[in-house]
């Protein structure tokens, strides 16, 4: 019964019969992702920052193997660090299913000797049950520029693209401000949850890129065809269009995220909390994040951006009035059939509502 609701409400969406108002109400859509992004910038740094992994910040590292079903205290690792150097504040994480992770500052090659021999004592293994390495802040601070680099390439390039694709860069210009509210918010998250910052979560952050353009590419394909001079034709005002394309792909929208979800809670799942691999547990955090805002911007920012870029141009406008007037006269502008266009050879006329701007 479930399944056939929802594919008569995809058909009823589909057809125009429900609708849901998502460009009318775009002020509030607006709204509540500004209330959004404040918070997931400043609301970080009121906690304390961002915890950045190792790897960026540089220090020393600790992992000690200890056999199966044996106590990991994480305690008892911080007091012996805490010991061994007064003042520091280590990173305890519980590895896999019997190791124990301590981080800190970078140490001298006689101090992490003395603190690997430390923990081993403490917990009862062997000095070959510990294993130590560091690494350098500077290896650490190439990682964030090329973090940084590819993001800026990978931006410029879908910004040409899908402009190419779309013959206007407002969708492009749209759906990068959406990308840029699903990044902010999603690197929010972290910092509010107190999640560490790794390489792996940085690949999954370049990860929903990819995601949450899909989504918007599909959206706006639909919104175009909506939008086609034949399509308009005094019918629809150019914000009921754009709206009409959004209903046609919700149903679509909302299973193609559900789909995407599952595997990565699943990997979410398995890397946390049955094999606690970090590396699984960073990067599938940042796509469950990434899916979820994505599949939220692509609906209730991308396409209200698109219409509110538009609907000052001419011919738009001049579409509109019509609308507005032939409805003020009691004609139900709907019952019109689209305008059949034949094109000939030799036309070489221009859409307008595809490259204006």
Do not use: C
């Amino acid at each position: 019964m479930a399944k056939q609701s929802l594919s008569q409400l995809g058909n009823d969406l589909y057809s125009g019969k429900k609708s849901f108002n998502i460009v009318g109400r775009r002020k509030l859509w607006y709204l509540i992702a500004l209330g959004l992004i404040v918070v997931a910038l400043v609301g970080p740094f009121i906690r304390g920052g961002y915890q950045l992994g190792i790897e960026f910040t540089g220090g020393s590292q600790f992992q000690v193997h200890l056999p199966e079903g044996a106590d990991r205290d994480p305690a008892v690792a911080t007091e012996v660090v805490q010991q061994q150097l007064p003042g520091t504040e280590p990173r305890v994480l519980l590895v896999g299913a019997s190791d124990i992770q301590v981080q800190t500052e970078q140490l001298e090659p006689s101090q992490s000797i003395a603190l690997a021999d430390e923990l081993a004592a403490a917990y009862g293994v062997t000095n070959d049950e510990v294993t130590s390495s560091f690494i350098g802040a500077v290896w650490g601070q190439d990682v964030t520029r090329q973090a940084l680099i590819a993001l800026v390439v990978f931006l410029i390039f879908a910004a040409i693209v899908m402009a190419v694709y779309f013959r206007t860069w407002k969708m492009s210009l749209a759906a990068l401000i959406a990308l840029g509210h699903d990044l902010v918010l999603t690197a929010g998250v972290y910092g509010l949850s107190g999640f560490e910052i790794t390489p792996a979560a940085v690949i999954g952050f370049l990860t929903i890129l990819g995601y949450s353009l899909y989504d918007t590419v599909v959206v706006f394909d639909k919104i175009r065809e909506n939008t086609a001079p034949e399509e308009m034709n005094g019918r629809r005002t150019f914000a009921e269009a754009v709206n009409l394309g959004v209903n046609q792909t919700l149903v679509r929208s909302i299973n193609t995220s559900v789909v995407a979800l599952l595997p990565v809670a699943s990997i979410l799942f398995i890397g946390a909390a049955v094999l606690g691999a970090g590396t699984l547990r960073d990067i599938a955090l940042a796509l469950f994040i990434g899916i979820l805002v994505g599949a939220y911007s692509t609906i209730f920012i991308a396409a209200p951006v698109y219409s509110h870029l538009r609907e000052r141009e001419s011919a738009i406008v001049e579409n509109d009035d019509e609308v507005r007037k032939a409805r003020a006269r009691g004609v139900d502008t709907l019952a019109r059939k689209p305008r059949r266009v034949v094109k000939k050879k030799a036309d070489t006329s221009v859409d307008p509502y595809a490259n204006v701007g």
